[in-house]
T-cell receptor, first 109, second 112 residues
């Protein structure tokens, strides 16, 4: 299967703590994207990092990319209860986005 | 304004029936997709369309037939529904095949 893998599968933290989730993929990529999915909703794009970039920030989000290890990480700082959701990485190829297995994040108030 | 819309939101039907799901995007994007998300939340691409032309058919059974009457619409017709078709189906669009995708709210299909 080409599907990427994310770990951990599930993560439970207290509000205010940082959350880190990791993504590993199998193929060469154009870019890597992270998405959030709230329960019962569609996915929402969070951040895109190009294959020639190593780190990117957006608000409380920090993404790293290591193409030699075919891995990426998403760090959410100072988490809030509203960050509770599933997070997916996606790698892009030609007209094909391959999504990871997702990390279910629960932030406890 | 809803960027990507899907109808219906819920679909409950008997095995063997034929059903359709409609998708529309008002973002002016060239590329549209159908995904299937199973009960374990795995999201798998089914079809990619660019400018109304089929680009990717990810080994989806022939019972699934997408149709794109214009760039803003990509509908999905499913014949002879099976129990294993039960899932949430998402439509998405993007400006090109590397850009961020915008997802619809999903259609939860339950086959009894």
């Amino acid at each position: 299967s080409q599907q990427g893998e994310e770990d951990p599968q599930a993560l439970s933290i207290q509000e205010g703590e940082n959350a880190t989730m990791n993504c590993s993929y199998k193929t060469s990529i154009n870019n890597l994207q992270w998405y959030r999915q709230n329960s019962g909703r569609g996915l929402v794009h969070l951040i895109l990092i190009r294959s020639n970039e190593r780190e990117k920030h957006s608000g409380r989000l920090r993404v790293t990319l290591d193409t030699s290890k075919k891995s990426s990480s998403l760090l959410i700082t100072a988490s809030r209860a509203a960050d509770t959701a599933s997070y997916f990485c996606a790698t892009t190829g030609t007209y094909k986005y391959i999504f990871g297995t997702g990390t279910r994040l629960k932030v406890l108030a | 304004d809803t960027a990507v819309s899907q109808t219906p939101k819920y679909l409950v039907t008997q095995m063997g029936n034929d059903k359709s799901i409609k998708c529309e995007q008002n973002l002016g994007h060239d590329t549209m997709y159908w995904y299937k998300q199973d009960s374990k939340k795995f999201l798998k691409i089914m079809f990619s369309y660019n400018n109304k032309e089929l680009i990717i058919n990810e080994t989806v059974p022939n019972r699934f037939s997408p149709k794109s009457p214009d760039k803003a619409h990509l509908n999905l017709h499913i014949n002879s529904l099976e129990l294993g078709d039960s899932a949430v189906y998402f439509c998405a669009s993007s400006q090109d095949d590397r850009a961020e995708q915008f997802f619809g709210p999903g259609t939860r299909l339950t086959v009894l």
